[in-house]
Every structure is written in structure tokens, then in C-alpha cells.
């Protein structure tokens, strides 16, 4: 059975390669602006089911999307893209807390599985020169809420609560107990 990782997501390649899934990568051609739920864990799970529903499902071929989204204040923070979004978010996410949902979507002509993980995580207070510093890396741009836990912005971190890895963007553990699951 072929696997297919309907994502661009570095952190999801990696994450699949850490637990020893082969897998080929194809990024659907998706407009997520048209998923307009303003409930994260309804907008992460409608993401990833249109990124699922965009690719080709050949014959023996399982298929894995996610999505994440960070969630404050009954604001939903995706990948900034500017210098002064990324500013706004980290600037809101300093010294409080925030929800990361991420889910994903195990697909192929036998099963569906769907899987939706919610994790929180504390900032400390962070000075106005530590942002402008960490957004001049360039490195806010390509993640949801404008931080890598995994990269700088794990600096920012006081504590976590859930899953490590549906904050990073894709609750491994879980999807790999799916693909088991249904032999894989």
C-alpha cells in the first residue's frame, strides 16, 4: 500500500519519517480560504478533509492531511504574512495562553479515520525587542500562529499541556496508530 502526505509541511514529513512511515509527498492545489468556520477544531478538520478530498486516490494508496491552527481569544491565528501580522500574533500570544488544534485526515478507498488533537500552551511574557528580534529571522512566516515549538519560538515557551506533537502540527502517535490500525 503506497502512502501519500497531501502536505508541504516540513514538520509533517518529519514527523512521519521519525516514526518510520515510507511515504511520497503530493501538496493539493487547495484554496483554504474557502473553509470559513470561524471554531478551530472545526476549521482544522474541514481543511484537512479539502486538502484529502483534492488529491487522486488510486487504487492501494492511503492518503494523510493535516492542518493547524493556533486559537486565542476566540481568534483564529493561521500563518501570518506579514511582518505585522506575525507581530500582532506574538505580541497577543505573550505572557498568556493559547489552544493549538491540529488534525488529520487518514484516507483511502476502504477507511476514513479522522483525527483532531487540541494542546495548550503558556508563553512567557515576551519583550518588544525578543519579537522584533524573532520576527527579523523570517522564521514566524510558514507556521500557524507565527512560532516553530520545535524551532526559536520553543524559547518562548513556560508549559504545555496535550500532545507536544499536535502543537508542532500533526499528533503523530495517533496517526500512527490509525495507519496500524488498518495494516499500514
Do not use: C, W
Not at 514538520?11 to 511520497?24: C, D, N
Not at 492545489?29 to 474557502?34: A, F, I, P, R
Not at 505572557?95 to 476502504?110: C, F, L, W
Amino acid at each position: 500500500m503506497k502512502i501519500i502526505l497531501g502536505s508541504s509541511s516540513p514538520r509533517r514529513q518529519s514527523l512521519l519519517k521519525q516514526v518510520g512511515i515510507s511515504f511520497e509527498v503530493e501538496v493539493p492545489n487547495v484554496d483554504e480560504k474557502l473553509i470559513t468556520s470561524t471554531d478551530p477544531q472545526t476549521k482544522v478538520i474541514e481543511t484537512a478533509r479539502l486538502k484529502a478530498d483534492a488529491l487522486q486516490l488510486p487504487e492501494n494508496t492511503t492518503i494523510i492531511t493535516g492542518d493547524t491552527v493556533v486559537s486565542f481569544n476566540n481568534e483564529i491565528f493561521e500563518k501570518p504574512t506579514s511582518k505585522e501580522e506575525a507581530r500582532k500574533m506574538i505580541n497577543a500570544l505573550s505572557g498568556n495562553t493559547h489552544e493549538v488544534y491540529s488534525a488529520a485526515i487518514i484516507k483511502s478507498r476502504d477507511f476514513e479515520e479522522k483525527i483532531i488533537s487540541k494542546a495548550s500552551v503558556s508563553f512567557f511574557s515576551l519583550s518588544h525587542q525578543e519579537i522584533e528580534d524573532y520576527i527579523n529571522t523570517g522564521e514566524p512566516y510558514d507556521k500557524a500562529g507565527a512560532y516553530g515549538i520545535q524551532d526559536f519560538g520553543a524559547s518562548f515557551v513556560e508549559s504545555i499541556q496535550g500532545d507536544y506533537y499536535t502543537i508542532v502540527g500533526l499528533p503523530i502517535a495517533r496517526v500512527y496508530r490509525a495507519l496500524k490500525k488498518h495494516g499500514l
